[in-house]
């Protein structure tokens, strides 16, 4: 007998407690008066986790990150980050909470160096600039060893690691990101996401919205199936690319992932 998948349609998400770092509460949002995006989206990342966020087009997936950071006003429901109500905070000062955000195009600036991009990241900061250029750098030691090069010049892979090279000069706790492998080739897809399992893995958690479901659901922890502004599934990474309901209605067979 075929064993019932083990992914869950969303249900109630939890009420706090210490592994909790960022959740949302029924989130309802729009870019425009009277028309929501979300409709009520609950979805939760634990400390040190790397959350995925994958569903069809026009699913709510940009919408939900820009919402809890604070760049798309929030209609009704919550964005806690430790417990604490941040919905509605400005995107600057949610910085200073902990919370950083790479978003999916222009995401560098082009004619600045690889080290001005990151001193841009310091900007708030400029006193903690050498302490977290070499953390950062660490972390990705291609930055340090190009840093006179021009954003301009460099591939689109390249780009996202400076982006998100930017966004951790401020030692964020919470790591957004915006579809990621946006219009990248197949290398420099697994570029990107290299980096970002090499981010997560410094103890970042992450919250990454992608359209490449495949890759996405292999480096996930947990992921989410959004549909129409609301969490629909949810389940581990391995658990929804091998869910033949979830494959059917939101993935198509070129998300199926071999084991």
């Known amino acids: 007998m075929t064993p019932e998948p083990s992914t869950t349609e969303a249900g109630p998400r939890p009420t706090g407690g210490a ?5 949302t509460v029924d989130l309802v949002s729009g870019y425009i008066p009277e028309v929501n995006i979300l409709n009520g989206c609950s979805v939760y990342v634990d400390k040190g986790e790397l959350v995925g966020i994958i569903g069809p087009n026009g699913a709510g997936k940009s919408t939900l990150i820009k919402t809890m950071f604070g760049l798309v006003p929030v209609r009704s429901g919550q964005v806690l980050l430790r417990d604490r109500d941040v919905t509605g905070r400005p995107a600057h000062k949610l ?3 902990g919370l950083g955000y790479v978003p ?6 082009p004619s600045l160096s690889i080290e001005e991009n990151l001193q841009m990241g310091m900007y708030l900061r400029p006193k903690e600039y050498a302490t977290r250029f070499a953390a950062v750098t660490e972390l990705f030691p291609i930055l340090a060893d190009r840093k006179a090069q021009k954003a301009g010049s460099l591939s689109g892979g ?11 000069m401020t030692d964020p706790e919470v790591l957004f990101l915006d579809e990621p492998s946006a219009g990248l080739s197949p290398i420099m897809q697994d570029v990107v996401f290299e980096a970002v399992a090499t981010i997560n893995s410094a103890g970042v958690s992450i919250l990454m919205v992608e359209q490449n479901a495949r890759q996405c ?16 599934y949810t389940g581990t990474g391995e658990e929804l690319a091998t869910d033949p309901k979830v494959i059917e209605l939101y993935l198509g067979t070129l998300a199926r992932i071999d084991h």
Do not use: C
């Open 19 to 23: 592994q909790v770092q960022l959740r």
């Open 95 to 97: 910085v200073g909470d």
């Open 104 to 109: 999916q195009n222009n995401n560098v600036f």
């Open 158 to 168: 390249e780009r996202q690691v400076v982006a998100m090279g930017r966004a951790l």
């Open 217 to 232: 659901l292999d480096i996930s922890d947990r992921a989410y199936v959004l549909d129409q502004g609301k969490d629909a």
